[in-house]
């Protein structure tokens, strides 16, 4: 099946410092990738949909000047969280569509642990 | 509307017992269902998919679940639970409609009891 690359898997970073993480779909072209953030002992909420060089879309209460989201090749989107707080400590996941629209299945890559210290 | 309701958040088994991890969804298109497991501090890992071909499927490490249209469920089941069957699991449905709509339910934590 097709593959999606999640970097790094852990991340420790002091508050107010800034965190990237990279979402690459590796055999496929994705033509929307979605960022989902999963809070302890809860399910994964959807934080964002991103379109391959267009802006991103943000489910109601996530913040998009907190949470910068790019997708500017098929294959690279990337998240980054600006002046991270220890609220902001979770674990973050990103999935992957490939063209056509409709994709049975939905790829995930294998999740980035943040913590905010 | 589209919607997953995992039915309990713990289940308790000894080991050697059969699983059986309940899900019920409501979707307004023919929807494609998932169960997915997360080890601990680990991401996802897909057990099996359901997208409209036989009713029961079968997935991986003995895993099987049976979509049932008139009861709108899907759930997981295990003859025999073994000890690294311990994770937590989650059941994900899909729209095949154009976009991608993925509705995850809120996961339920299987702990195996030696």
């Known amino acids: 099946g097709a593959v999606v690359s999640q970097h790094p898997s852990w991340v420790i970073c002091k508050s107010g410092t800034s965190v990237k993480i990279e979402c690459r779909s590796l055999?496929?072209?994705?033509?929307?990738m979605f960022w989902y953030r999963q809070f302890p002992k809860q399910s994964l909420m959807l934080m964002a949909t991103?379109?391959?060089?267009?802006?991103?879309?943000?489910e109601q209460g996530v913040e998009k000047d907190k949470f910068l989201i790019n997708h500017a090749s098929l294959t690279l989107s990337t998240l980054t969280v600006t002046s991270a707080h220890p609220e902001d400590s979770s674990f973050y996941i990103c999935?992957?569509?490939?063209?056509?629209?409709?994709?049975?299945?939905?790829?995930f890559g294998q999740g980035t642990r943040l913590t905010v210290v | 509307a589209q919607s997953v309701t995992q039915l309990d958040s713990h289940v308790s088994v000894s080991e050697g017992t059969p699983v059986l991890l309940r899900c019920n969804y409501s979707?307004?298109?023919?929807?494609?269902l998932f169960w997915y497991v997360q080890h601990p501090n680990k991401g996802l890992q897909l057990l099996l998919k359901?997208?409209?071909?036989?009713?029961l499927v079968k997935g991986i490490n003995g895993f099987e679940a049976e979509f049932k249209k008139s009861e709108t469920s899907f759930h997981l089941t295990k003859p025999s639970a073994h000890m690294s069957d311990a994770a937590e699991y989650f059941c994900?449905?899909?729209?095949?409609?154009?976009?991608?709509?993925?509705?995850f339910g809120t996961g339920t934590k299987l702990q195996v009891i030696p």
């Open positions: 979707s307004s298109y023919s929807p494609s």
């Open positions: 055999d496929f072209q994705a033509t929307t």
């Open positions: 991103s379109n391959e060089g267009s802006k991103a879309t943000y």
């Open positions: 359901y997208t409209s071909a036989a009713t």
């Open positions: 994900v449905v899909i729209n095949s409609g154009g976009y991608q709509k993925v509705t």
């Open positions: 999935s992957a569509q490939g063209p056509g629209g409709t994709m049975a299945e939905a790829f």
